[in-house]
């Protein structure tokens, strides 16, 4: 009898709830809707039933404050807390391999030169400098220095569009786009961010560059501010550029058009080698590429005359749209430039950061350029007793047969390492750096200063292809360099310590 009577009252008020419902405005048209389109549907009704009751609840909802509520302490507090926290260091502490090379170091007391005195008072052997012709010890540039210095004064004090250049810079300017036959050439300030400006003033996110896996550092930080496309082609391999070539035309195939640019070095920094440029040039013409060359090292040594890798491999410069070079390197200056059309040279005033936004090249370091490159070109038989000192030098390093030479044989700056079998029949992999900084400290011993070659290690800018990391992962290298300014027999004598120490170390270590 209560389920019966249950059962009535409800539904008189199921019926009396329709009966109002229908009363509302609309409410046939709304039924009308829920018939048709969900008679056959069930469970969308059902989601949608969720949703509508979802929104219902969330707009009835009471309103709460996004804002964390501050908590007070007191003095004593906040400064227990003061006391207890400890910042994270800037840097990571020192290796045991970079606190030995700090202890190691050696401080040169004086000018550089052939021979230095350190300042413990030892005189050595300096094989480590690009001091290739032995221009700062060179009289008539530290005369014609002086000159400059007290009629210019120490600096330009203001970057090169504002106030910043000076007669002397363009005087610099014309004369090397004259000794390379370019139409026109800038000089930037410092050497190293010549081409990591170049390089972001050309080419924009988008834009392709496919460069050589060795690059210098400076070159990779180039391409990282470009913010460019970068695709990797393995080191000095040609046929391997022509796949990536090949490659990118395909993926590009139905794209809008891009800018392009190939971009390798005429004396690679890392490994000492050369590019073959005249394959280069002919890939770069087949895919309509635009060529970038860092001659950073090969300018002033490479060549008959030393205009570089271009002279060397019989290259017309033309075929070269921008030509990178240093003035701090064969020309013991300072600054770096870039030459090319006159086009490419006057976008560069407006629009490469390191032009723009940095102090002018000082007026004594641009002057003692010009006046190195007239020595150069006015003296081919220096660039022939540095080729022969060179060769005297290598000949001495590869009668040691534990090491294997990397940079080509007309590089005055020569780059060695240890060769592969004899580092893993030792199981020396872990320990090569530090058994080449030993080897450098034997030299040392012997009044021989050569060096290690450094790499920065900790980018964490990755190839976009690949996600393999930026910078050349080679084998740690020796570098030693000879000049003009050592006899025959001081380079035979440097070869031969290296040599010996290098027979030293290896031998001091557990087979």
Not at 72 to 99: C, F, G, N, R, Y
Not at 378 to 386: A, E, H, K, S, T
């Amino acid at each position: 009898m209560d389920l019966q009577h249950a059962l009535s009252v409800l539904n008189s008020t199921i019926d009396e709830a329709s009966t109002q419902f229908r009363r509302v405005p609309g409410s046939a048209i709304l039924l009308r809707y829920i018939k048709n389109s969900y008679q056959n549907d069930p469970i969308r009704s059902v989601v949608e039933l969720c949703l509508f009751l979802f929104a219902v609840r969330y707009l009835l909802a009471p309103r709460y404050s996004t804002q964390q509520k501050s908590m007070d302490l007191t003095e004593e507090e906040i400064d227990e807390l003061v006391e207890e926290w400890t910042p994270e260091p800037l840097v990571a502490p020192p290796t045991e391999l970079e606190a030995i090379e700090e202890e190691r170091r050696p401080i040169i007391a004086g000018s550089t030169g052939p021979r230095v005195k350190l300042l413990n008072g030892k005189t050595v052997t300096n094989l480590a400098s690009h001091n290739y012709y032995n221009l700062v010890g060179n009289e008539m540039i530290k005369e014609r220095g002086v000159t400059i210095l007290r009629n210019y004064g120490v600096g330009a004090c203001g970057p090169p569009n504002f106030y910043g250049t000076q007669d002397v810079h363009m005087d610099t300017e014309k004369q090397i786009a004259k000794f390379l036959g370019v139409e026109a050439c800038i000089v930037y300030a410092q050497a190293f961010s010549t081409i990591s400006s170049v390089i972001p003033a050309f080419s924009k996110r988008g834009d392709i560059i496919v460069a050589d896996r060795a690059c210098n550092f400076s070159i990779q930080k180039g391409l990282q501010v470009s913010r460019s496309t970068v695709r990797w082609f393995n080191h000095n391999d040609v046929d391997d550029l022509e796949r990536v070539l090949a490659q990118v035309a395909k993926e590009q195939k139905r794209k809008h058009l891009t800018r392009r640019f190939i971009i390798t070095e005429g004396l690679f920094e890392n490994t000492g080698d050369c590019p073959n440029l005249p394959k280069i040039v002919e890939l770069k013409n087949r895919f309509k590429y635009r060529l970038i060359l860092d001659e950073t090292h090969s300018f002033g040594v490479l060549g008959r005359t030393g205009r570089g890798l271009t002279e060397q491999q019989n290259v017309d410069v033309s075929n070269v749209e921008m030509l990178i070079g240093s003035l701090s390197h064969a020309l013991c200056a300072g600054g770096g430039f870039c030459a090319g059309t006159l086009e490419v040279v006057e976008h560069q005033r407006i629009s490469s950061s390191a032009y723009v936004f940095s102090a002018a090249l000082p007026a004594m370091l641009s002057v003692s350029a010009a006046e190195a490159l007239k020595l150069i070109e006015g003296n081919p038989d220096m660039i022939v007793d540095l080729r022969e000192k060179t060769r005297a030098f290598r000949q001495q390093l590869e009668r040691c047969e534990h090491i294997e030479i990397t940079s080509a044989p007309e590089n005055p700056r020569c780059l060695f390492h240890l060769k592969r079998d004899i580092v893993a029949s030792k199981g020396l992999a872990d320990d090569e750096e530090r058994i080449l900084s030993d080897i450098v400290e034997e030299c040392m011993g012997s009044s021989v200063m050569i060096t290690r070659v450094k790499v920065v290690k900790d980018s964490s800018v990755t190839d976009f292809a690949s996600g393999r990391r930026f910078g050349w992962e080679g084998y740690p290298m020796l570098m030693a360099s000879v000049t003009i300014g050592h006899s025959k027999k001081d380079v035979e004598a440097g070869g031969s310590v290296i040599r010996k120490s290098v027979g030293k170390v290896l031998g001091r270590l557990k087979k």
